[in-house]
């Protein structure tokens, strides 16, 4: 019915936010991290994506920070047992990149970190979604995007440090070429330690 709705966010609350549509307040259910993305757009024109939950005796709306994780959402809802609420749960815990993850890895111990979502439902989550979710090229773009971020942010901290020691910025990239920043950084700082004392 409403794929996304833009007006002012007129209220924030752990569960749901309010945005001012041109007078009208719609109330919208929100995961916890749709909540943490809104934190400081309070009284700003907001952009949240929509699904109208609609049951027997209720009707409720759901509002998403992103596409990406409206299209969770509604990958989530269509699996046996879980309802709207399980599915913010999951999504208040859970980035997409970690959801796309942990159902490819088959780690339903993970699901179950969402408050109120059990073993069987999170072995249902990643046992239906399992073959589904790598169309999803966006999550697999964030995984990539977050793992080069991390790796500048360890190279950038590996820099700073040994500058302090009289190497060149230049010298040290060069020596941290090819290394695999998913380790301790003291073991990182060491190794290319080593490489730039044999090169001198």
Known sequence: MFYYLRGTLAVLRQGFAVLDCGGVGFRLAISA???????????????????????ENAMELCGFSSEEELDLFEKLIDVSGVGPKAALSILGVLTPAELIRACADGDYKAVTRAPGVGSKTAQRVVLELKGSLPDLSWGASEAHGSSVESS??????????????GFSREEIQDATRGMDFDRPIEELIADTLRVLASKR
């Open 33 to 55: 991290s749709t909540f943490a993305s809104l934190s400081a757009s309070l009284g700003k024109e907001t952009t949240l994506y929509t699904y109208l939950s609609v049951r």
């Open 152 to 165: 500048r942010n360890t190279l950038s901290q590996i820099t700073d440090t040994l500058v302090l020691y």
